[in-house]
């Protein structure tokens, strides 16, 4: 088996533990995903067959993932590696990876990346400070982008498993009609009515409202931090040109800013997560479903 060549690389991840191996191929596969939908989208079509490894711990946004020593060790075993694309997973830069063992699974999409609308710097968590700036690389929130990197993922599962490509393909013909379950639950939820202006949290819906047709205004404002009065008076700003009766949240906003937003401009507040990481329950499928429930209130005329 040849291995991964990776050089050092400084930062901290910790490793996050995947479903337990179920078979002899798991020790041997080095499977790795870069994101949570990735790892889901790959074990649903593998089954039992293999483990696939998804190393960010839950408190840390995987775009920004700092592989620890040990981390860098389980990847040089790795024989595949499932990356997102559209500038996702920024160690990379600093890794050196054999292409044969990576499969980049936006690729086949790759003319209809979008451009995230301005430039920003922040923190959050134990990610540190980062900028969104560049390619949107939320690409798995579309669920008609997320069936092509599904795709991508069962080709390179055949070509990995072959003996069991009769079952992967079964495996993952269930996960499309799933995420093309989602698709027809956006477009039913957003037809028939003028879609409503809608605020965000961070720019990561770009490619839901581009396929839906929403109207999306990003801030970078956190879940837990309470905004600075500057940044308020800004915000104020915003919705005096931009009438949202909702703001999109990646998770519960602390009850202090929900209670401002509701009583100071009006303005409600709906989770969408992004699900880049576990979810705290469940799993991708549910949480995406328990997303779109949550924006019918959003969505009703």
């Not at 939320?138 to 599904?150: E, I, K, S, Y």
Request: aromatic fraction near 8%.
């Amino acid at each position: 088996m040849r291995c991964l060549c990776l050089v050092p690389l400084l930062g901290t991840l910790a490793c996050g533990p995947g479903a337990p191996p179920t078979s002899p191929v798991d020790a041997a596969s080095g499977v790795h995903a870069v994101n949570y939908p990735l790892q889901y989208f790959a074990q649903r079509i593998a089954g039992e067959h293999l483990e696939v490894r998804f190393l960010a711990p839950p408190d840390v946004d995987p775009a920004f993932w700092s592989p620890r020593d040990e981390d860098i060790l389980a990847l040089q075993s790795a024989e595949l590696i499932l990356l997102n694309g559209a500038t996702y997973a920024k160690w990379i830069d600093l890794v050196t990876v054999p292409l044969e063992r990576t499969v980049v699974t936006s690729a086949a999409f790759e003319g209809e990346l979008l451009e995230l609308p301005a430039t920003a710097t922040h923190s959050h968590g134990e990610s540190g400070s980062h900028a969104h700036v560049g390619i949107d690389f939320n690409t798995w929130l579309d669920p008609t982008l997320a069936r092509q990197q599904a795709a991508s993922v069962l080709a390179a599962l055949v070509d990995h498993l072959p003996d069991h490509a009769k079952e992967l393909r079964a495996n993952a013909a269930a996960l499309d009609e799933d995420l093309a379950s989602l698709d027809t639950a956006y477009r039913e939820l957003s037809a028939g009515t003028d879609a409503p202006l809608l605020l965000a949290s961070h720019p990561v819906y770009g490619y839901l409202a581009a396929r839906y047709g929403w109207d999306v205004r990003s801030l970078l404002w956190e879940p837990e931090g309470m905004p600075s009065e500057a940044e308020w008076e800004a915000f104020d700003a915003i919705v005096s040109q931009h009438s949202a009766r909702w703001m999109l949240y990646e998770d519960t906003p602390a009850p202090e800013i929900a209670a401002r937003l509701r009583e100071d401009f009006g303005i409600e507040t709906v989770v969408l997560r992004p699900c880049g990481n576990r979810p705290a329950e469940g799993d991708y499928l549910t949480e995406m479903r328990a997303g779109l429930e949550r924006l019918r209130n959003v969505f009703q005329p």
